[in-house]
């Protein structure tokens, strides 16, 4: 990589490393805006000019997993001082935890929703890879008639904005009782990612060599044993970064959810900002919301990232 | 125990006739090689014997069984590609001992077969390695480890050195050679390289727009070209050909290249031979290889004058090109004979050695001086 540069092309390095940094922290301002914002008191997440220096606590998550309700006179000093540590924060920011009546505190509705989040997105990421994977293994591999066709349909359904048919989605899911269900979300975002998996897929198997399965079948192996042992092993980096653009879509997909769910299935995105709406907005509890919300699909996209990278690209290099 | 033979075989690409009613025997434990350019059929032919490929009529049989219709796995042949098509995710031992697994061999024997194999081929250091880190020869000698691992009925193998260097590719061959001499499994090997085809068949099949044209062990192949495609393909450098004439002479023949103002003096039989085939005044192609062309530097009987033009110096030997009439022919000389370009030569023939073609079929006229 040590090739000779003339002055120019240094120059134009440094023009282009300087253009990437700037647009990382365009990138980045909103998740830092977050990650402070979800960490400050309430009184300093909306002064103008916003605070930077501040002493991060703890108290909007608490307030995220808790039910709570306005104060309208402080405390006593002997339930203050009985409260746990979180419990204090709470009555600090004057609020006051919600209790049962045998002093178990009320959650939010926060984590019930977060793990729908969890369940409609793995589920659908899984439904849609790996129907995705076999479609397209079969367009790719054997001569099917209309090929170009097909593949042009399952692309073409993805040409509309899926909010066009929000309605009568609706409608038709309340007449078969889909509505504010988990089925309900995950057959639509299996939906949603199936065309977009099937294309990305199909052009991860089409760089596969077909010797491969023509080894394997020579080998002793029947096809559907060569496309566990051979093809979906060699297909990695391709599920991989399929995976995490389906999981990606279905994670913050907002709009079916808002309108499809209210309670029992509804996930995070539209859960979120309806926070808003309780009382005077509490900015840093949203903040916080969104901030756990951001983590999974950093996490999964960490883990994955070996296989991101191969992914694209994939097919530049022949060996 | 393995015959493989093939009755009448044709399969079609749409309309284009890859291969056109090929039937052929191969004898158990023979090395045959298919030889032609590409798009002959050769590969497409190897295919369809380990029913990668579908025929559209005839018959294949493995052992004395028909296969047309059985499926690949149940054929139980072994098949080498040309990309060798080992399984990057696997290492060279689990490449190995892929087949074995598919019969669901027991461990122990898994262990001491892929050893004993690689042991054969001399990569049991590389065991524990990715195809990737290996070597063109050593994915090779990997490729052939696991076709060899299972003990097949037969070898296929499809220009299994095609992809190495010149250097490596001749290592090879020698290898293939003493694998073969070793291991006697029946073996069909695919090439357009007629040096390999040459060097490790027992027996060659020159295949052409998915037609047999010879089939025939090396040296006769060589010797005895049945046709104008046969006689170029084999060889090298490529036999002379040029278009000539026929006339009678002083009591001999005289085979005279078109456009030239001399002939070459042949034996009187020849007339006879080729009346009998035909009429004698057809247009006719005379070849004769380069060996068989013989030059002198001085005027001799028979011979014809030209000048020498280009020369290509071997080491061993020296390639002379020089024009007569309308065709420019090669000669092969001692090294060093023709001293420059532009040096007068006297042209004579090894009649022996000399083939008369039929120019409007292409076929030989079978002469033999």
Known sequence: MAAVRTRGEVIRHRLSVTAVLVILLITLAPIFWITATAFKPRNLATTMPPTVFFEPEISPFVKLFTKRSQLREPPTEEVYNAAPWWEKTVFDGGEKVVRSGRGEVQPSGYPSRFLNSLIVAITSTVLAVSMGTITAYGFSRFKVKGEDDWLFFILSTRMLPPVVVAIPMFLMYRAVGLNDTHLGLIILYTAFNLSFSVWLMKGFIDEIPKEYEDAALVDGYTRMQAFFKIVLPEAATGIAATAVFCFITAWNEYAFALIMTNRRAQTAPPFIPSQVGSGLPDWTVIAAGTFLFLLPVAIFTFLLRNHLLRGMSFGAIRK | MTQIALHNINKHFGAFHVINNVSLTVEDTEFVVFLGQSGCGKTTTLRAIAGLETIDSGEILIGGKPVQDTRVEERDVAFVFQNFALYPHLTVFENMAFPLRAVRTPKAQVETTVRRVADVLQIGGLLNRRPSALSGGDLQRVAIGRALVRNPKAMLMDEPIGSLDAKLREEMRVELKRLHVEQGSTTIYVTHDQIEAMALADRI?????????????????????????????????????????????????????????????????????????????????????????????????????????????????????????????????????????????????????????????????????
């Open chain 2, 205 to 369: 099949v020159v295949m052409h727009a998915g037609v047999l044209q010879q089939v025939g062990a090396p040296e006769d192949v060589y010797a005895n070209p049945v046709n104008l495609f046969v006689a170029q393909f084999v060889g090298s450098p490529v036999m002379n050909v040029a278009d000539v004439t026929l006339a009678e002479d002083a009591g001999g023949a005289r085979v005279t290249v078109a456009g030239a103002t001399q002939g070459f003096a042949f034996p009187s039989a020849l007339l006879g031979q080729v009346a009998a085939t035909g009429p004698a005044n057809r247009p006719l192609t005379l070849g004769v290889r380069p060996e068989a062309v013989r030059l002198t530097l001085q005027p001799a009987p028979g011979a014809v004058a030209t000048e020498a033009h280009i020369i290509e110096p071997l080491g061993s030997h020296d390639i002379v090109d020089f024009r007569i009439g309308d065709a420019t022919l090669r000669a092969r000389t001692k090294a060093g004979f023709v001293p420059g370009p532009g040096v007068p030569v006297w042209v004579t023939l090894d009649h022996s050695r000399a083939h008369l073609f039929d120019t409007a079929t292409g076929q030989t006229l079978g002469i033999r001086l």
